[in-house]
Every structure is written in C-alpha cells, then in structure tokens.
C-alpha cells in the first residue's frame, strides 16, 4: 500500500503528462499535468478513446491502428521520443513529444504515454529566427545608410575643396554629419551589439551554424561600422579643439603588454605580436588614452595590410632623451606616390583594394602624437613591409 500511494504521488505531482490506455486506446487514467495540458478534467478523458486528445490526421490513424488491434490483436505503438501534435478541449492545439511504453499489468497489457510539451521551446526557436532576421536586416540597413552619408561625405569634400567659403561648408558639413552619427548610430549600434551577444547565448542549446554565422556576421559589421564612427568622431573632436593632451607618469611596459595581449586576439591565423623593450627604465610621462589609440591603430593596421603566418614587431625604448615607440610588419606595403599623402585625412594608399579603412587613422595618430610633442615617422617598401617611429622627447 505504502508503495502504491508513493507511486501515486509520483504520477500525480510530475511535470510531464502521464496517460494509460488499453489495447481499444481507451483512457484509463490521466495525471494533472496532462489535464492541464489539454484542459480536460479527468472525467472528461477517463473511459473514451484516447483520439479525442488528437487532431486529423492523427485522430483517424488511430482509429486505423485500433481497428488493426481488434482484427489482428496486434497492437501499434508510437514511436518513441516522436513529436506529435495535441487537440486541446478548445480546438487549440499544441506541439509535444511522446514517449510510450508497454506494460504487463495484472494479466493484460496497457500503454503508458509521457508527454512533454513542446509550447515554449517553438516559441523561442520561432522568435529567436524572427529576432536574427530583424537584426541582420537592421545591421544591413544601417550599414548602406552609414555608407550613403560617408560617400556623400567625400563627394562634398572634392567639390568644395577649391574655395575657402566652400572649404568652411565642408567643415559644416562634416559637424552635422558627425553631430548626426553620434546619436542616430551609436546608440543602435550598442543596441545591436548588445544583442547579437544575447542572441548567441541563448542560441548555445540548440547547437545551429546558421545562427553561429549570422551572430559573427552581425558583430563583424557592427564592429566595422564603430571603428568608422569612432574615427570621425575623433577627428571632429581635434578640428574643434576639444583634445588636450594629459600627461602623467605609468609603467610603459606594463601598458604595451597589455594593449598586446588585447590585439592579439584579434590578429589573423598564425599572426604573432612580437613585444620587446629596450633599457632599464620603463616610466613614461604621456597621455595614456591618446598614445593607446597611436599605437593600436598602427599595430591594427599592421594586423589588417599583413597576411597570416607573419610576425609584428612590437618594440618600446626609453632613453636619457626620447621615449621611442616602433611598429614594424612586413605586409603590402606604401607605393612611393602615395607615401607624401599619407597623413593627410581621408587619403588611401592605391594598393588598399577591398581592405576596409577611412583614411583617418593615421591622420588622427599623427595629430596625437603631435600634442604629446611627439613626431611619427616611417619606412615602407611595396610587398616587403612597413615600420612606423613615433619619438617623444623627455622633458
């Protein structure tokens, strides 16, 4: 008796629906979960055929396989772990999946079925596709808007470049655009970030490339579309002489390990960043913010114009005299026509192709560089590679 009663509860207290039929698939009992799940109380379900808790065509094939019982006294049984589809007693219905079992009981057979309810795992699959879809959509609309407004951007600037008055629209111009691209892109593009990580989380259980693919499509664009944004806003921000250097002493070795380390996981297959610092000392007295970003854009594009399989050097020294920061790869290379252009804002090297960029970076460094009374130099050679100095005196 102890042992029916513990069963009992059991049954009477588990998540999943349990039902018994006979061989006829006449219900014999049925627990809360499934009355639950098909809004029947058990008198309702208790003595009729089991095909009332199933839509066409399942309500006919069951009537099928009954008949075949009653004929051949064979039974036919569902697969197990089969998704199927439930009628509810308001003509809804909903997806679950079906294990049965066969067992001998009291001189005679009858057929268990467990049943979980599949109602929200297709609910989210359904909306996790329907959220991909809008993101990508989204990412792809902004990105041809944000292309629109740099091409337009560019165009503006070769037609006013002749005239002074035309020269000052253009500096209006480049305000509004870049007053415009702060809010209208940056929060979006934040948002869009934000989740197309939240969408990669949730997506780990169910195991799909195509959502992998997509999410790394999302990021890689929204991951293009800041590194443009952010140029211009730094740029916009030395025009307007909002950027002041702040110098105070830090552990310069520390400082460029840890920007290293950071790239490097961003390097391409095989890349390596190769850091070494010359000397005893390592403190240096310049504004941290200002010479991360001169040095992460130099090794960045270091990572970006090198192939795979090839080595960055990476090297720091400190002096009596001058603090020396040197950026050495050995990618595509600076054509020698290009090479007098190549700080000047928005120029690209002919040899660039389809390698995305503004043609900011290395203006904006060199700006940088020069509030820290710095100077940046460089050697390049076509297809041999390319090495960048930025000296600072030490005062």
């Known amino acids: 008796m102890e042992n029916a009663a513990l069963l009992k509860a059991i049954i009477d207290n588990a998540i999943d629906g349990i039902i018994t039929i006979d061989g006829r698939g006449i219900v014999e009992s049925i627990n809360p979960s499934a009355c639950k799940m098909f809004l029947y109380a058990p008198e309702e379900v208790i003595g009729n055929n089991v095909s009332m808790l199933m839509p066409s065509p399942y309500h006919e094939e069951h009537d099928h396989y009954i008949a075949r019982y009653q004929q051949t006294r064979q039974a036919h049984i569902i697969g197990i772990g089969r998704e199927v589809t439930g009628l509810r007693k308001d003509g809804t219905t909903f997806p679950f999946r079906l294990a049965v079992s066969e067992v001998q009981f009291a001189e005679r057979k009858i057929y268990t079925g467990f049943i979980h309810?599949?109602?929200r795992e297709k609910e989210a699959e359904e909306q996790l596709k329907?959220?991909?879809?809008?993101l990508e959509d989204l990412v792809e609309s902004r990105t041809a808007s944000l292309k629109d407004s740099v091409m337009a951007l560019e165009r503006a600037k070769e037609e006013v470049s002749s005239s002074l008055v035309?020269?000052?629209e253009l500096g209006l111009m480049k305000s509004r655009f870049v007053s415009m691209a702060s809010h209208e892109f940056r929060t979006p593009l934040s948002a869009v970030q934000l989740s197309a990580s939240l969408i990669e989380k949730y997506a780990q259980p169910y195991d799909n490339e195509n959502i992998r693919k997509h999410v790394a499509k999302i990021k890689g664009s929204v991951g293009v579309l800041t590194g443009i944004l952010n140029d211009f806003l730094s740029l916009e921000k030395l025009e307007a002489g909002k950027v002041d250097?702040?110098?105070?002493?830090f552990d310069l070795v520390k400082f460029a390990e840890e920007i290293t380390d950071e790239l490097q996981l961003v390097a391409k297959q095989n890349q390596h960043i190769i850091y070494q610092h010359t000397g005893t000392a390592n403190?240096?007295?310049l504004d941290q913010t200002l010479l991360r970003h001169c040095i992460t854009n130099l090794i960045g594009n270091a990572i970006k114009y090198s192939g795979e399989n090839t080595f960055i050097e990476f090297n720091t020294e400190i002096g009596p005299?001058?603090?020396?920061?040197s950026i050495k790869d050995n990618g595509i290379g600076i054509p020698e026509t290009d090479q007098k252009h190549l700080f000047e804002a928005f120029?690209?090297?002919h040899n660039t192709g389809n390698i995305s960029g503004t043609g900011l970076g290395l203006n904006i460094v060199a700006r940088y560089a020069g509030l820290m009374n710095g100077r940046i130099d460089?050697?390049?050679e076509v297809n041999k590679g390319t090495s960048f100095t930025i000296t600072f005196k030490i005062v």
């Open 117 to 119: 309810d599949l109602s």
């Open 130 to 134: 329907d959220y991909a879809a809008h």
């Open 166 to 168: 035309k020269e000052k």
């Open 245 to 249: 250097a702040v110098c105070s002493p």
């Open 283 to 285: 403190m240096a007295n």
């Open 321 to 325: 005299d001058e603090c020396v920061i």
């Open 347 to 349: 120029f690209r090297a």
């Open 378 to 380: 460089f050697k390049s």
